[in-house]
């Protein structure tokens, strides 16, 4: 009688046979939340190890966890070297705090953009955050400001903020937001700053300073201190804690203006805010971090492929899948060429676009188109 | 994780004061009301000063050519587009007034098509619920008990699993049908519910939709171009053309042949037909 059939068999797959195990909740929400963040959170608790053990200076595993634990806990770690202490304490540690920070916010920026503009393509960059912030950082070594570690990413923020603005007074000036003069002047303003970028390292004539552009464009952490690492992983939990709290809204945000509306929400304002908190989360990663590429706009592709769309689920999966990623990317750079170090951006974006593409092409129904 | 269904204290007031039987709340608060609206987009009245009442229990109709300002009228009076002039009051209250969440929970709105989104149709369903869920609240058993029920009655709970933008388009129609019903709301507004849904699903969803105002005593408002189905199934149709509305009342006193002709411009017999106290349209040739 009926042209389709009534049950559609359920694949076994890696997660559905991980589910078995698990006790019964009822929801699939709060069973994927859990395995997931389990499962995450116990690879990044892996690649923190990994990451603080491994660079020039060797240090044992079991010395590393010690002296992890002796750093959080403030007190002083038995057969732990001073130099091995301070090594673990002064530069890895900040540099992993950063990384993770760095990844989360990226992902959750990318998440939000995604859900707003409906549109897969869409990354944290998309309205120009990032070229605004890539040319204040720019402009910041042109001048020579030095003396502080924070001048480059003082002048980065100031730059994503005006292209936010530029770009927010540009999509208002109708009188009510459109979301697609926002997704065009946001693609408009974004190429003319980098038009503006380009141009500012071509015009330096200092070759050290025209290095130094290069090498923040490509993105990376080397610069890492508890001074920065301070200031990016707060505002990244911070950012994240609000996206999963919006998280079921953006599940309506999907379904269009009207719907959404319908089903209870205020779509203007609350765009408005999502886009500002992806604004932010954008402006202060690639303040402190450079451009980092793909992560953005992968993770949260890679997180929905496993587990489907549901942002109640996505956001904060999204969130330890950047800092995952992130953490390991900077990991490899560091290590690869060791001494020497590759760029973070560069990494993310090698390994990331192929281990995308074999995620593709081994989950057989795609869950990931918006 | 469980939770215990929150209830509609409004509705289940509603349902003990008047019961499933009174069809017409005259005399009562008016489900819903429009007064004087008006909708201006440039230099033209997209809706132009209509006012119109839908009572509880009741399925009201409009209809009208294309361009008539049918699907704006209907936005208007969910609550999702601000008229230029006029006011809506759902059950007594200023639409403007109430706050996004309350409409959500006493409105619910189907518009034509939905979008492409990776949502399966339970998944859609389900967001039919989430007016009632406070934030961190995950749908219970009850929620989905709720969907499924509203998704058996739309026939599409065979679906429940798939994407929603693997569906056929009046699948999809039906997929949202189901929605509006999880939220149970007290006023249903429904933009061309059955336009492309096959003959027996046409009679299907109006007949949910009647059910649904009569059982439950929900004001249910759609815009339907069917005039036989809507003649069929509507206890009041609204005739608006050019923005404007033409007439009101009963569709055996709206539709005839005369309003066929000079408002859609198509020559038409109309039959009336005694037992349903209703009429029938035997469409012939557009008229000019």
Request: glycine share 10%; hydrophobic share 50%.
């Amino acid at each position: 009688m009926r042209a389709r059939p009534r049950t559609q068999p359920q694949p076994t797959t890696l997660t559905s046979r991980a589910l078995r195990f698990f006790p019964r909740t009822d929801s699939a929400v709060v069973r994927k939340t859990l395995i997931g963040s389990l499962i995450l959170g116990a690879l990044i608790i892996a690649a923190i190890v990994t990451a603080v053990a491994t660079g020039p200076v060797d240090i044992p595993l079991p010395n590393t966890v010690r002296a992890v634990l002796a750093t959080i806990s403030g007190e002083s770690a038995t057969s732990v070297t001073s130099t091995q202490q301070a090594v673990i304490e002064r530069i890895r540690l900040p540099r992993v705090v950063l990384a993770l920070g760095v990844g989360m916010a990226l992902a959750v920026a990318g998440t939000i953009m995604q859900a707003i503009f409906r549109n897969p393509l869409a990354d944290p960059g998309i309205i120009g955050t990032s070229a605004g912030g890539a040319l204040g950082a720019v402009i910041v070594i042109a001048i020579g400001l030095s003396g502080s570690v924070l001048w480059i990413p003082a002048g980065s923020i100031i730059g994503s903020i005006s292209a936010l603005l530029l770009v927010f007074a540009i999509a208002f000036l109708g009188g009510r937001m459109s979301i697609a003069t926002l997704l065009l002047a946001g693609v408009a303003i974004g190429s003319l700053l980098g038009a503006a970028v380009s141009t500012t390292i071509l015009l330096t004539d200092n070759i050290t300073a025209q290095r130094e552009m290069f090498f923040w464009l490509a993105g990376g952490f080397e610069g890492a201190t508890w001074t920065t690492a301070r200031i990016v992983a707060p505002i990244a939990l911070f950012g994240t804690v609000i996206a999963v709290v919006a998280s079921r809204d953006l599940n309506l945000l999907l379904l269009g203006d009207d719907e959404a509306r319908s089903l209870g929400i205020n779509v203007g304002v609350f765009r408005i805010a999502m886009v500002i908190l992806a604004a932010v989360l954008t402006g202060i990663a690639v303040a402190f971090a450079g451009i980092i590429s793909f992560v953005g706009l992968i993770v949260p592709h890679a997180i929905r492929l496993v587990t489907g769309p549901d942002h109640r689920h996505v956001v904060l999966l999204s969130a330890l899948g950047g800092a995952l990623f992130v953490l390991l990317a900077d990991t490899a750079a560091r290590t690869i060429i060791s001494p020497a170090e590759l760029r973070v951006g560069i990494i993310t974006a090698m390994v990331g676009g192929p281990a995308f593409i074999v995620l593709l092409m081994t989950t057989k129904t795609s869950r990931s188109s918006l | 994780m469980t939770a215990t269904l929150p209830r509609n204290p409004l509705l289940a007031s509603r349902l003990t004061d008047r019961g499933p039987s009174s069809i017409s709340a005259v005399g009562g608060a008016a489900a819903f009301s429009a007064k004087d609206l008006s909708v201006r987009i440039g230099n033209s009245n997209i809706v132009d000063d209509v006012s119109l009442v839908g009572n509880f229990g009741e399925l009201l109709g409009i209809i009208g050519p294309n361009g008539a300002g049918k699907t704006t009228l209907l936005k208007v009076l969910a609550g999702l587009l601000k008229p230029s002039l006029g006011c809506v009051e759902i059950d007594g209250v200023d639409l403007e007034k109430m706050p996004s969440s309350t409409r959500s929970r006493q409105l619910a709105y189907v518009p034509q098509i939905t979008g492409a989104h990776p949502f399966t149709a339970l998944e859609l369903v389900l967001m039919g619920r989430y007016p009632h869920l406070r934030r961190f609240q995950i749908e219970s058993e009850d929620d989905t008990e709720i969907a499924i029920e509203a998704m058996e009655r739309m026939d599409v709970a065979q679906f429940k699993g798939r994407r929603v933008d693997t569906l056929s388009g009046g699948e999809r129609q039906r997929v949202l049908l189901a929605r509006a019903l999880a939220q149970r709301g007290d006023v249903l507004f429904v933009d061309e519910p059955i336009t492309s849904l096959d003959i027996k699903h046409q009679l299907l969803a109006l007949q949910v939709l009647k059910d649904e105002a009569r059982d439950r005593s929900v004001a249910v408002c759609a815009v339907l171009h069917d005039l036989n189905m809507a003649a069929r199934f509507c206890d009041r149709v609204v005739l608006l053309a050019e923005g404007g509305m033409i007439d009101e009342g009963e569709p055996g006193c709206v539709i005839t042949e005369r309003r066929v002709a000079e408002v859609f411009g198509v020559r038409a017999r109309v039959t009336r037909r005694a037992r349903s106290n209703g009429v029938t349209v035997d469409l012939i040739e557009p008229s000019d």
